[in-house]
């Protein structure tokens, strides 16, 4: 069974940076995509950034391109994704995920195992 745990979230002023991880358990990490999507009240879950198995391709939504930065670790079995410049648009629960496939995807239909979610929370 795959297990994903976030860590990282937190309270920030805006134009701040935070970095939120996301570590696996299982030993087939590296065989497989990674995203992150997050979720506001009231909105849908919302694509973020997405990576390939081998850490070599990346998206991103058009709403962080330029501010955030999504990165792997196939050793550690752990992913992060870097926020910078953020503002309170940001603020939303973050989930990591794991494709079903190695090819990056921004559809979270793609994606067979979640974690739990981080907060994060972007003060005016």
């Known amino acids: 069974q795959v297990q994903l745990i976030e860590s990282g979230g937190g309270l920030v002023q805006a134009g701040g940076s935070l970095r939120v991880s996301c570590a696996s358990s299982?030993?087939?990490?590296?065989?497989?995509?990674m995203g992150w999507f997050r979720q506001a009240p009231g909105m849908e879950r919302q694509f973020v950034a997405a990576i390939n198995w081998a850490g070599s391709t990346v998206y991103y939504a058009d709403s962080v391109k330029g501010r955030f930065t999504i990165s792997r670790d196939n050793i550690r079995k752990t992913m992060a994704l870097q926020m910078n410049d953020l503002n309170p648009e940001d603020t939303a629960v973050y989930y990591c995920?794991?494709?079903?496939?190695?090819?990056?995807?921004?559809?979270?239909?793609?994606?067979?195992?979640w974690g739990q979610g981080t907060q994060v929370t972007v003060s005016s």
């Open positions: 299982g030993r087939t990490f590296g065989d497989y995509a």
């Open positions: 995920a794991r494709s079903g496939s190695q090819r990056a995807d921004q559809d979270p239909a793609q994606y067979a195992y």
